[in-house]
């Protein structure tokens, strides 16, 4: 039977994929010629960047400011137009012009709009886009020193980390737990989850290109977890020249030092290979870290962490209409940890293989298949001291997804639709049968539509079928009004649904250590969520921008683990809760070398009887200031967060409740300091000081305390190659 539906599963796959190759077709050449002008003087502008995303082609200007894009042009287009020293801008052009176009750059240091994804799939420029999404840039990742997307994300108003029952971290997100919302890496769900959780501390920042953050209700789009929203953490992809980068960075905990001086650090090495081929663009990039005695796993009784990482991406452009893209994402962590009772092993590997085609048709119509195949393992070992073995478990995941895209684009509006076949495959010493089985069918469609130039509005709807289990239907309603040249409104409204997984559903697990068991429970339905938000921008300009969201999202049918009976635990699908808030932030670029940015959020979140939920962190601020000197030879950014006062509360094994600390936590605030310093025109140096302050609290977090790194990168381009 099993082998039936594989069979059936390539057929489609296959038969779909070579359908799109026949009605690829030929390709016909279209022209975009134009001159780049100074908007002061008039004067044309020299090596001026000429970039259409969609397509991904463009044209460098030449001496006297002229260009000219040669391809399968596909209206309406999106132009990024860009030149150091000017500001840069977007243009759309709705349809073939009839004459050359003529464009004028500012001398100003403002950024650009950034080119967004997640909330529509597919691409538009952020304040465009209905629904409000928000954008953590590749300037602000470097700014912010992180290592990994865990701590990146920690720093921002209403993001925190907690302590979970079973260990690890929970990434709490506006007040909800992560696994209301879907993680997804370049648009795609990460496989292999811990505790029912992504382990964010698994994806590295030097990998990134972006983080784009869309609260609400998302499902109609992307199916299961996307209840409360979607952070989508996306790679560098778009490199077109020959580029080397090496970065090592070495650091240390004030604690560790103190005890052990330098040799029980944490160490970082990377790399990154571009090289183009022709028609073909090789991507290589390989990380290795190493992890010593750090103190933020001491819950877990790790004494020893090691990360490797090894991304590769081909990108190859067959002609103007068709573009193939092979990616492979290895990842291998080695956790080991002793004390005088237990030795400790945790090896988890992740290997993500996708292949997808992109073909570009005349009047609009572009067509994207994807089939990817995920496999992970995680495998934790307990020994005594003296060899007797008490625990060996191993746990595996295999995901096989075909996925297939279609768009077509229009002055005044776009329809997006897809379909996705799903088999997921779980295999565990902690469940029933050591095996089970998910299949899944997806179609959904979205309908965006521009009202003259005033109104942006989105409808879209999403069927997920799950086998004989059960079916779910998504919908999404959103608006964008136009007010004035700065003021934007923007509302959406949406469900969502999270499957149940398998561990909640089949587990069967007894722990020795702690003496009780936990069961599954077949029985239990999706959790489903409804949800708004509202929310103003105002911009006066790129250099100075106000926004406001308020969002309020019901949960049904959630599920929580309560007492079956006298130690037994199990999974059951409660009533009702509530999580509602808003966010207000403002960005302000003072001139080229200042600028700052704060974001404050409060939270309430309630259960079915109004209280609380667990550790929801009521109210906190974020924010950060940039300096650059000496012509960017020296930059400086200082981040800072604020946690007002909260009372905590912890969980108790014994009655599967939470119980509230009888007294709160007192506000405290984390500043990190990251200051960088240009020795050559392709190697910098950058020193970075984490919890400047040194606070921790050893029940709730954070867990380090005062912490440096010092770190050593550069970056060949082509013309430091020749």
Known sequence: MERGKISKMKKIIFSN??????????????????????????????????????????????????????????????????????????????????????????????????????????????????????????????????????????QRAGVSLQTSVAGGSILNVLGMDSRYILILVDGQPVTGKFNNRVSLDQILTDQLSRVEIVKGPSSSLYGSEAMGGVINIITDKNKKSPEINVSSRYGNTQNNFNDSGLKNGSSNLGLNFVQPLNNVVFDLQVNVEQLQKDKSVQELDIDQVQKITALGNINWKLNDRNKINFKSNFYDQADNGSTKLMNTNTDIDRINLSVSHQTNFQKGWNINQTLLSNNYSRNYVQKRPWGKLERDDLTSEDHLEYEILFNKKSQSDELNAGFEIYRANYASDRINSGKQEINSKSLFGQYDIKIQNKINMIFGMRFDDYSDEYRVISPRLGLMYKISEQWKFRTSWGQGFRAPSFLEKYIDWNNVQFNYLI????????????????????????????????????????????????????????????????????????????????????????????????????????????????????????????????????????????????????????????????????????????????????NFGPFVGRAAYLELSTALTKKDIK
């Open 519 to 698: 069961e599954g429970n077949p029985n239990l339905k999706p959790e489903r969520s409804n949800g708004i938000t509202v929310g103003f921008d105002y911009n006066r300009s790129s250099s100075n921008q106000f926004n406001f969201v308020y969002y309020y999202t019901d949960f049904e049918n959630l599920i929580q683990d309560y007492n079956k009976s006298r130690g037994v635990l199990s999974y059951q699908n409660i009533n009702a809760a509530t999580f509602s808030g808003f966010e207000v932030s403002h960005l302000w670029r003072l001139s080229k070398r200042l600028e700052y940015k704060w974001t404050l959020n409060w939270s309430d979140n309630r259960d079915e009887k109004g209280n609380p939920i667990p550790n929801t962190i009521p109210f906190s601020v974020s924010g950060y200031l940039n300096f650059n000197f000496f012509n960017n030879l020296l930059k400086s950014s200082i981040s800072s967060k604020w946690v007002a006062p909260y009372k905590p509360q912890e969980f108790d094994i014994r009655t599967a409740t939470y119980i509230s600390s009888e007294e709160k936590i007192s506000g405290y605030a984390i500043i990190n300091i990251r200051t960088t310093m240009k020795i050559k025109e392709s190697i910098n140096l950058s020193l970075v000081l984490d919890n400047v302050g040194n606070y921790t609290n050893d």
């Open 17 to 154: 994929i070579i359908n799109v190759f026949l009605i690829a077709g030929q390709s016909y050449d279209d022209e975009l010629t134009g001159i780049v002008l100074d908007a002061q003087n008039n004067k044309p502008i020299s090596d001026v960047n000429i970039f259409i995303p969609d397509q991904q082609i463009g044209a460098t200007t030449d001496q006297n400011g002229s260009f000219v894009i040669k391809g399968q042009l596909v209206f309406p287009i999106y132009l990024q137009i860009s030149h150091i020293g000017y500001q840069s801008i977007n243009k759309v052009i709705d349809s073939k012009p009839e004459e050359s176009l003529t464009v004028y750059l500012a001398q100003m240091a403002i950024e650009m709009d950034e080119l967004v994804v997640t909330a529509t799939r597919s691409r538009r420029f952020r304040s465009e886009a209905p629904i409000a999404t928000e954008v953590i840039s590749r300037k602000d990742i470097e700014n912010s020193g992180s290592r990994n997307v865990a701590e990146l994300l920690s």
